[in-house]
């Protein structure tokens, strides 16, 4: 890599879906730039995914900038291995300028509106950069995980890769996301004792009415709502809803298949997990939001004057769940026979490396208006809901990112 003063238009921090799509997009108005990846194309995908991962957009929805799926399974899942190969793919096909394994470790202001990047093979200069190093990158575990007994192994889920690799013994997953819920069948249908503490989260039917469910979301424009149409007056936003990756999970269905649902974990009392007595209403609550979202699709469908089929029922939704008689307030993990605790509690994105003023926050992350920053010539690109509630899937690549480029040349 070449350290000489030579301004480039513009780097990307990233090579996954987001910063490839940049990329290609900064290609097609002629900007000069280079893509700087940590380690390979896609990274986050091979390393942070557990290996029966499938990716939750079908596979007519789930491609890059000008490609379209010409399968054979348009709504089929693809697998973490076979995404990979695509961005892959897609990088060598567009001849993207990607720099792999350069990991960037400061990024800082210099004169005139230049910016500086420090690399381990040297430094780089641009008057734009687009971070798409993603906000969904470092763990988040409640403050109280370490006083847990050095006993339990803890992990999160971008570590957990297969039931084989865990301890023998049973496996408590903590939280009831789309990572919670997947992980904990996977555990389930490998045989393993499973405990389940799960969280106020919604949850999506696989499919409804003969199509993939995201398939309506997007069609219906479900996936525009604005971001602030859907964040809470505290600020907070609540996590994307639980979906199967293949097909429909529920809390019942987990039940019924072994996984023991427990309420909220709060915290460790005398060497004993202790859950909270709301069990219940998580299930309530993921119950009403999928029946919200069929009916905003079936509002939508009589509004369109679709010729879609009549809904039908899901085992998911319909089986019975096998729950205690009565609310389990605490375990102890000895007693139990617990060996490994999975946190599938969120994550956050790892800035530490961004050392430029107005960007970000108090908790070191990203402070911008739908993806650009309030220091000009710094941009953010596939942040999790960072205008919509598709902002952060594969789904945004085509609208969201070319008008940051678009952005991005108004400058020049």
Known sequence: MS???????????????????????????????????????????RTQRWDSFRMNTPNIQTIMPGDRYDGPDPEGFMTRDAFVALLEDFAERNRL????????????????GIYRLTTSRGSLRAR???????????????????ALSAALMQIDASDYRNPAALPAGAVLVVGSGQSGGQIAEDLAEAG??????????????????????VIWLVQSGLFDLPRKD?????????????????HTISLQSLSAQGVVLLGRCTGVESGRLAFADDLAEHIRFADETSANIKRQIDEYIARAEIDASAPEPDP??????????????????AECGLTTLIWCTGFEGDFSWVQLPSVLDARGQPVHQEGVAALPG????????????????ILSVADELPALVEHIAGRH
């Open 378 to 393: 710094i941009y953010f690109a596939g942040l999790d809901f960072s205008s919509t509630r598709k902002s952060g899937t």
């Open 192 to 213: 393993r004792t499973v405990f389940l503490a799960t969280g106020r989260t919604g949850r999506m039917p696989r499919r409804y009415r003969g199509h993939d469910i």
């Open 128 to 146: 734009n950069v687009v971070i798409a190093s993603g906000n969904l990158n470092r763990s988040l575990r409640p403050a109280w995980a370490g």
């Open 97 to 112: 300028p990607v720099e792999m394994n350069t990991p960037v470790t400061e990024l800082a202001p210099e004169a005139d």
């Open 230 to 246: 859907f964040t809470e007056p505290s600020g907070r936003i609540a996590p994307r809803p639980l979906l199967g990756a293949v």
């Open 316 to 333: 998911a939704e319909i089986v019975a769940p096998r729950l205690s008689n009565s609310p389990i307030h605490s375990i102890d993990p």
């Open 3 to 45: 350290s000489k003063a030579d301004v480039l238009d513009a780097i990307v921090v990233g090579a996954g879906w987001a910063g490839l799509g940049v990329s290609y997009a900064l290609m097609r108005v002629g900007l000069r730039h280079r893509v700087l990846e940590r380690g390979r194309i896609g990274e986050t995908w």
